[in-house]
């Protein structure tokens, strides 16, 4: 049997409802503010300062017609806001290509969180919200989630693999700030080294499984090397050389990507474009051979199609 398998940063997949603050005058001459009093029973989606607002109608529908296209059989997303969220978006954009859902709250402050959206059955669901480093072992490493899914044969006879979602810290964005950049980096090498740790605890020499999500770094970066090359695991690049749907947007006044695998495009003002693979998709030496295909969907627009990540996937043989 072949089985495709992707990860998409679908950016902010937020409800489509949000209440704000007041509520302005209604039509019949009715004015109605809610006052939220009790800090216990409610929770305002705040980032920065500012109330969390749904994604854009055009950019759920670039998003949409992108994993249409793509068509795949189990997809590991991040960025989307809780369970119903997605479900929603499975059955009214989607059409209900997808029988098996799951979403577990992570610990992200803007509430986003990961999720597998598949076709075939699910079996245990595993968060790691929870797992410390010994460099912090008063905090949660994971400012998200490192998700772990088993995915079955569709007569739920047997596990066909394992699926290790993740979404790692992020880059600073706000301004260029070298100390904050370097705290990040060691974030992400703490991440790596605890994703490397509770793979190899909870997954033997022979398993089949695949780590993979927007891991917010390139596969051969210093951040990584604690995952990338842990001795124990032996983990495959499966997008080392892949396809593409269609070729990257020619750049003007700069250089365009010199390989096919990248998936997040990042342009500094005055400054030419770069590309980087940070959404990942790694197999276990089990799974190796069975890698049959390795794609990435290319965007359109410069700045993305609805998300600034491609997606991308892999065909397995199995």
């Known amino acids: 049997m072949h089985v495709t398998v992707g990860t998409f940063n679908v950016n902010n997949l937020y409800s489509r409802f949000h209440f704000k603050a007041t509520a302005d005058e209604l039509k019949g001459g009715l004015t109605l503010r809610y006052e939220f009093t009790d800090p216990v029973n409610f929770r305002l989606r705040t980032y920065n300062g500012k109330l969390v607002k749904a994604k854009k109608t055009l950019d759920t529908e670039r998003i949409r017609d992108r994993i249409l296209a793509m068509n795949v059989d189990v997809l590991a997303v991040q960025e989307v806001e809780n369970i119903d969220v997605l479900n929603a978006f499975n059955r009214n954009e989607l059409g209900g290509l997808y ?102 605890a909870r997954m033997g020499p022979d398993s089949r499984y695949i780590v993979l999500g927007d891991m917010e770094d390139p596969p051969r970066s210093s951040s990584l090397a604690p995952m990338v090359r842990a001795p124990g695991l032996g983990l495959v690049d499966a997008l080392a050389n892949p396809q593409e749907t269609n070729p990257a947007k020619e750049e003007k006044g700069g250089p365009g990507p010199q390989t096919t695998a990248w998936t997040h495009r990042n342009k500094a003002a005055g400054e030419p474009a770069t590309f980087s693979l940070y959404d990942q998709i790694w197999v276990s030496p089990a799974l190796a051979d069975t890698v049959q295909e390795a794609w990435i969907d290319r965007r359109t627009l410069h700045g993305g199609n609805g998300s600034e990540h491609d997606p991308a996937w892999v065909k397995l043989a199995l």
């Open 99 to 200: 029988s098996h859902t799951s979403v577990l709250e992570g610990s992200d402050p803007r509430l986003i969180d990961l999720g597998v959206l598949s076709k075939l059955p699910l079996g245990a669901v595993t968060s790691h919200r929870g797992a410390e480093h010994r460099a912090a072992p008063a905090e949660a490493v994971f400012g998200r989630d490192l998700q772990e899914v088993e995915v079955l044969s569709a007569n739920r006879s047997m596990k066909l693999f394992t699926l290790y979602n993740n979404h790692l810290k992020s880059h600073y964005e706000h301004k260029k700030d070298p100390e904050a950049e370097a705290l990040n980096d060691a974030r992400r090498r703490r991440q790596a080294e605890t994703i490397a740790r509770i793979v190899a």
